[in-house]
């Protein structure tokens, strides 16, 4: 694919953005750059041109041909890694002496470094304090969940680097929080692309595809399909001058998707299915325990995870062994002896047991064979019951995975199909 | 971290390999760039060193100069992505263009499209035609699954490239069963590389870096420390002519990083907390169950990831909500009023509570306030409580992970932290 941006490149006047990710362990192969993919989307909705992606190792010479080269082609870089207490974290000074700028010990850093230390007593080691130094003249990018700030600066004229650690989370928040803000005030953001994701459950990515072939093919918006475990995505794309006239393109394509898909879809851009779930509860006023075998606390983890879930999540039982199916959510001894822990009786009962205990309106169990021993003809890996019980609902199914999947996988399906009937079942609650 | 290759590197006479991934999809940040990672772990694994590694789009101009710059830096070009038979796959001319070399039609190639094709009876489209076109000179690196082949081919002394699709599966198979072969036969395969990790918890890496100075400096093996939420991991990477010698080499390193930080450093390469855990339970034949309030359910998740758990983990109780730590667990009313839900007092009656209600040997505990609201002065967010109830063991403690942590990296930390000290509480007890 040619994207308009390339074949409006210049060679003359140098623009756009490189991203630069510094880190042996990725020459290594011990670790997949994700980095660079979640900045380059990032450039992308900020409409910044980005044509080339690089990483070096921890090492001094590489990284200043690099950044030279790029100071050379690019308008922006933007680099990740090397920050850091430790003597491989080197970025900084190869950066200053690039660009032959004295480094300067910055106080707000080291106050900073000071109140994040745990032991506020004894001083601050020289391996951390070497995060306190920056290149003369350059802005500082704080870091609000880790210690190594990042900086934002221009050595030279047309050039802007901007510095991040690898850790990924510190990464994001400092993107998020300032660095784009940054852009869009140096204006070195351009025409905007925007996109808005759709997210699906319960449909596979080619049956997807086969139901919106024709909108496959857009030019402006494009839209794609990406499919991960349990879900899939698609991605509507605009480019244009301003977020109004981009957002005018994806509004139709929008519409027509949902008409098409129905309830399969279930959420926007960053919404999640536990998200979804804990919005239809709170507006109903309505509160849920879980009891989880196979899953082990995952639903309830995935539930917990939203700010304020207590208003509708009471807990659960995980009921890993079967002397505390029957003890604490009360399942009959004979039912799991006539039907075997993985069935439709037994998942009913745990989810009676848990609703009665826990005085919840809704209640979800699941058991099954996660793998990867345990299988059996009849029973095969793979192989889940669940139960959702409401107020006026009782619904049992049974899903076989399939036992080529790891049990990882067929973990975190049976949450996903867990978490995506419920909300069905909410929604069609009277 | 920098490793010796990286040092003994002289640019004068280059050496060592690049890989350069073709694909406007990955700069839009559409897809990750898996390639990169799986060839670099190969070129580790031939003991070829690799120093850089580059993306750019669909774009003739750029790529002919990225293909002129890595031919004038390194021995060895891989480069996947832009073969196939559409318009924008452009990379097998442009390489025959950049050394300007004449494209040759190659029957072999055009009989294997033939053979691949559906219809035997049609010709074949110009744009299938079109992969069978490679530089005079070239050798053939056969695609089993897919249509289009790579090349490995030297256009100039002391330089060789090596083409391969952007399908991982393809590009896999492609490497297995030619690619490397021909590699190792034309003698470009050097010194085998091999790592051995380690694995901290309960220390920071500035701590830990401080504590083992004299090993970052260390040339052959190289060691290096790197930062993720809860836990350091430190890589010793050796190089040697076979793997019994750079063994030999990381052996005594791998004994000292051990000797200095005992029982800080918990597992081995893919080992995780979970995993020892597990380990040292069964290994006492005991049983363990969790009681949780506001991880709610992320170490009963975590337990249950390990293939055979049900030995030792029976399930647990997710708290989530006071009544819930009363009814099920027999937290006594007056103490979650004197102490509040986040109290020494509270976690330790959890324990106990959840221990006797399921007959385990072991139990632990958690309470706390994950955020984003809900802090106070004397409780801020980030504090929770822990206890840990064995059989001759009783500890609760406190951590403060700090309000500027998010709700994710709080549950996360905690769950971390349990499993670390349940590791150390089950090593110490007797």
Redo the contacts between chains.
């Keep these: 694919?040619?994207?308009s941006k390339?074949i409006t490149?210049n060679?003359k006047n140098k623009f756009g953005a490189e991203i630069l990710c510094i880190?042996?362990?990725?020459?290594?192969?011990?670790?997949?750059?994700?980095n660079?993919?979640?900045?380059?989307?990032?450039?992308?909705i900020l409409g910044i041109p980005?044509?080339?992606?690089?990483?070096?190792?921890?090492?001094p010479?590489?990284l200043e041909e690099?950044i030279l080269?790029a100071s050379n082609r690019s308008e922006i870089l933007i680099t990740t890694g090397g920050l850091?207490?430790?003597?491989?974290d080197i970025k900084t000074k190869v950066i200053a002496d690039t660009f032959k700028t004295p480094l300067e010990q910055r106080n707000d850093i080291l106050i900073d470094l000071r109140n994040?230390s745990k032991d506020k007593v004894s001083k601050l080691?020289e391996?951390?304090k070497k995060q306190s130094l920056v290149p003369k003249g350059a802005k500082i990018i704080n870091n609000?969940?880790g210690?190594a700030p990042g900086i934002f600066w221009s050595p030279k004229e047309n050039f802007t680097i901007l510095t991040f650690p690898g850790?990924p989370?510190e990464l994001k928040?400092m993107w998020a929080k300032e660095a784009s803000k940054l852009l869009i005030s140096n204006n070195l953001s351009k025409e905007v692309i925007s996109s808005k994701v759709l997210h699906f459950a319960g449909i596979t990515e080619s049956l997807l595809a086969d139901k919106i072939q024709h909108l496959l093919i857009s030019k402006n918006p494009t839209v794609?399909t990406?499919a991960s475990t349990g879900s899939v995505k698609v991605?509507i794309t605009a480019r244009g001058k301003s977020s109004e006239k981009t957002n005018r393109l994806i509004e139709p394509i929008k519409k027509e998707l949902t008409q098409i898909t129905g309830l399969k879809c279930f959420g926007l851009d960053n919404e999640t299915l536990e998200e979804i779930v804990f919005k239809l509860l709170l507006k109903r006023k309505e509160t849920i325990a879980?009891a989880?075998s196979?899953?082990?606390?995952?639903?309830?983890?995935k539930?917990?995870?939203i700010?304020?879930?207590?208003q509708i999540?009471?807990?659960?039982?995980?009921?890993?062994?079967n002397?505390?199916k029957q003890?604490?959510l009360g399942v009959p001894e004979e039912i799991i002896n006539t039907h075997g822990a993985v069935s439709k009786q037994v998942v009913e009962s745990m989810a009676r047991g848990v609703q009665i205990?826990?005085?919840v309106n809704w209640a979800i169990s699941v058991s099954g064979i996660?793998?990867?021993?345990g299988g059996s003809k009849s029973k095969p890996v793979g192989l889940v019951n669940f139960c959702i019980k409401g107020p006026k609902t009782l619904i049992t199914w049974e899903e076989n995975f399939g036992s080529n999947k790891t049990?990882?996988d067929i973990?975190k399906l049976s949450v996903l199909n867990a978490l995506d009937r419920l909300r069905l079942s909410i929604i069609m609650a009277n």
Excluded at 50 to 59: A, E, S, W, Y
Excluded at 294 to 301: L, P, Q, V
Excluded at 313 to 321: E, K, P, Q, R, T
């Design positions: 694919m040619k994207t390339e490149i060679k880190g042996s362990e990725i020459l290594l192969g011990n670790i997949v750059n994700t660079s993919q979640w900045i380059a989307a990032q450039l992308a980005h044509f080339r992606q690089t990483v070096i190792g921890d090492n010479a590489r690099a080269e850091g207490p430790t003597p491989d994040k080691s391996s951390q609000y969940s210690t850790v989370s928040e794609a990406y991605r879980v989880e196979c899953t082990g606390g995952g639903i309830g983890s539930l917990t995870k700010p304020g879930s207590s999540f009471h807990g659960g039982v995980i009921a890993y062994n002397s505390i003890r604490l205990k826990f005085k996660a793998g990867p021993t049990r990882e973990q």
